[in-house]
């Protein structure tokens, strides 16, 4: 029997054991804590001869059509078997359709020439066919054509039956493969990389910014190995039900010691009123041409998102007890391990003039170091019960740092509908993040949060880390003669008691005292500090109120407000009390 016999019944042999066996076998395996990791089963495949040196498998398979054109491509990792340099053999790759039309598709021009020993490379394959109507491809075949002879002589050495659910169509694909298809918080590896990277999706959120909208996702990568790794590149699209919108990672480059977990986020373009139902993990793929490179992405997992994902949140929000340490995520290096956050005080104040409701939170970061430590300008964020997400705002300056074995306030503000109760309101932190030109926030921490009553019990006001308590008050009518007009002065009799714990300074909330006239109308005010210069002591104290009225005026109402400055030069205000003469 001659040389080309046997080669040619060796391979009608080697594609029968393929057509019973499945190309792209499903891996599963466990993490070192017995969590399942849920492996990239859609383009997976096994390992085939091709030459007595020469190995191959297929990591991607590209079938994408659209209205006038089909874009054909594949990508191969050869593996050098051998103890030597072995060339990489320039045989032809071929595609066959399910109608019986062949395709030969062209090697990119960045294809390596050698593989060196015990090592492999990556062959990139395309090719643009014009055919307007979907075309299915059936296997595909490495053909060695023989151009020394006459009529050529081509010789097909390997052919792999494909199975439908490996082949990428596109952004619309839809993935159907089983084992490629994850629910909310499963963890995955994407073996199809060569990686042994772990990878959990632990947030996904909207962000509204000055440039747009934006959906964020949140994954967190975990190296088990002993060795230090790379997190291979990957993205993430957000598919609804009618449309596929393509995201762009945050950190291009991340690298992970022994045992060392990060977080990557994701930050994908989206409209107001975008609600995914699903995510596709996708990773690139490149080919060179003579002029330019073409750069692709290859669908791999899809992740299942609960309704509502993107606003109410998919991480379970813990039940939170007011002035105890927020359980903040282990992986974030925004706030010192050494540092302490509380939510101290949570109120919603009604503005009945302005149409909306206004709640206030204040936290308490606490120094257990013994060094300064600077004040991290945590985000906020209040979640409705419903899904309706209302951001914070900060008050506008701070200290810059707390000092050791102390603590410091910082207040947040919140402007909500008037129909909100505050019932079941979850309370996200995060960090503020930008890379480049992207900026994104990454969660912290999340709990839902109890709203405490506005109720003044015995004519204490809580304004944390005072209280102020009000033993006496009257109002008083002075008559300015140059002005030929009248002012009102508010006499108060106080007992303040302070958090000696927490540090206070200029920037603290201050009161403001609001004068109005029997119509409602204000005709004056005053605004006094609880710390620093000119702030409110003990004991008897007269606040001018700053009117300037043309009559004496009867009964009064001075409304008494917590009040601060927002990072946007709003003025907030919390109603405290009410004094009614």
């Not at 019986?100 to 593989?115: D, E, H, M, R």
């Not at 994954?219 to 060795?227: D, G, L, R, Y």
């Not at 939170?361 to 899904?387: C, H, M, W, Y």
């Not at 109760?421 to 932190?429: A, F, S, V």
Request: zero cysteines; charged letters at 20%; glycine letters at 6%.
């Amino acid at each position: 029997m001659n040389n080309t016999m046997k080669k040619t019944l060796a391979t009608i042999a080697l594609s029968a054991a393929l057509l019973s066996t499945a190309a792209f076998p499903a891996l599963a395996s466990e993490a070192p804590n017995n969590e399942k990791i849920v492996n990239s089963g859609a383009n997976m495949s096994a390992s085939y001869k091709l030459s007595d040196a020469i190995e191959v498998e297929i990591k991607s398979l590209l079938n994408e059509h659209d209205s006038d054109a089909t874009k054909l491509g594949a990508v191969i990792r050869i593996k050098n078997m051998s103890g030597k340099v072995t060339r990489v053999p320039e045989y032809e790759l071929r595609v066959h359709m399910a109608d019986g039309i062949t395709y030969t598709l062209q090697p990119s021009a960045k294809n390596p020439k050698s593989v060196q020993p015990k090592s492999q490379q990556e062959l990139s394959y395309l090719s643009t066919v014009d055919r307007s109507d979907n075309v299915v491809l059936s296997d595909l075949s490495f053909v060695d054509v023989n151009l020394e002879v006459y009529p050529k002589k081509e010789t097909t050495l390997l052919t792999l039956p494909l199975d439908a659910s490996s082949v990428w169509n596109g952004s619309e694909s839809k993935i159907t493969k089983q084992t490629a298809i994850l629910k909310w918080g499963e963890a995955f590896t994407l073996p199809s990389l060569r990686s042994p990277i772990q990878f959990s999706p632990v947030d996904i959120h909207k962000e509204i910014t000055a440039t747009g909208v934006s959906t964020v996702v949140q994954i967190q990568a975990v190296n088990p190995t002993s060795e230090r790794q790379t997190v291979p590149g990957f993205g993430i699209d957000g598919k609804t039900e009618s449309k596929v919108y393509s995201g762009n990672r945050a950190e291009t480059t991340v690298t992970l010691d022994p045992g060392e977990k990060k977080y990557i986020h994701i930050v994908i373009p989206s409209d107001l009123d975008t609600e995914f139902s699903s995510l596709n993990v996708v990773t690139p793929e490149k080919f060179a041409t003579a002029t330019g490179e073409d750069t692709y992405r290859v669908g791999r997992l899809n992740i299942l998102l609960p309704t509502g994902a993107a606003t109410l949140g998919v991480i379970p929000a813990p039940d939170y007890k007011l002035g105890t340490p927020v359980k903040l995520d282990s992986t974030n290096k925004f706030v010192p391990t050494n540092v302490d956050v509380s939510l101290e005080e949570l109120h919603i104040t009604k503005n009945e003039d302005d149409g909306f409701n206004t709640a206030v939170a204040k936290f308490k970061l606490t120094n257990n170091s013994d060094r300064p430590i600077p004040i991290p300008a945590i985000q906020t964020e209040l979640v409705s019960k419903d899904g309706y997400a209302y951001a914070g705002s900060r008050q506008a300056k701070t200290a810059f740092s707390v000092v050791p074995k102390a603590s410091y306030v910082v207040s947040y503000a919140y402007a909500l509908p008037s129909s909100e109760t505050g019932e079941g309101l979850k309370m996200n932190l995060y960090s503020k993040q930008a890379s480049g030109d992207i900026s994104y926030k990454s969660l912290l921490a999340t709990a839902k949060v109890p709203v405490q009553k506005n109720d003044v019990i015995n004519n204490n006001l809580k304004v944390y880390p005072y209280d102020v308590k009000i033993n006496n008050w009257s109002l008083s009518a002075l008559y300015q003669q140059g002005n030929m007009a009248y002012n009102y002065r508010l006499k108060l009799d106080l007992d303040i008691t302070q958090d000696k714990q927490v540090t206070v300074d200029a920037f603290n909330n201050k009161l403001l005292f609001e004068l109005f006239d029997t119509a409602g109308k204000l005709v004056g005010n005053s605004t006094i500090a609880l710390s620093g210069e000119g702030r409110i002591y003990n004991g008897t104290s007269a606040i001018s109120l700053n009117a300037n009225s043309e009559q004496l005026d009867f009964p009064l109402t001075v409304k008494v407000f917590e009040t601060f400055t927002g990072e946007s030069g709003e003025t907030v205000k919390r109603l405290l009390t009410t004094f009614k003469q």
